[in-house]
């Protein structure tokens, strides 16, 4: 189950205009089709840890800056 957003009123101005960027045109055309990783730092040997490894050692679909 995903956990709620924050509702806009509860945003300072900073993050608000963040989410207006990232839902725009442009944002959505160049980062479209890319996936967000995260490796939790309180809980290791995650899932992510290991696609991340996996991709990277593959050639896989993980950008060079990551690997």
């Known amino acids: 189950m995903q956990k709620p ?3 806009a009123a509860t945003l300072d101005a900073s993050m608000l205009e963040l989410r207006m ?3 725009s ?3 959505r055309a ?3 089709d890319c996936w967000l ?3 939790r730092e ?3 040997d995650d899932n ?3 696609l991340i490894a996996i ?3 593959r050639g896989g679909p993980i950008g060079h800056s990551m690997c």
Do not use: F, T, V, W
């Open 5 to 7: 957003q924050p509702k």
């Open 21 to 23: 960027q990232a839902r």
């Open 25 to 27: 045109e442009e944002a």
């Open 30 to 32: 160049r980062y479209g």
């Open 37 to 39: 990783l995260m490796d």
């Open 42 to 44: 309180d809980a290791a």
């Open 48 to 50: 992510a840890e290991h």
């Open 55 to 57: 991709s990277c050692n």
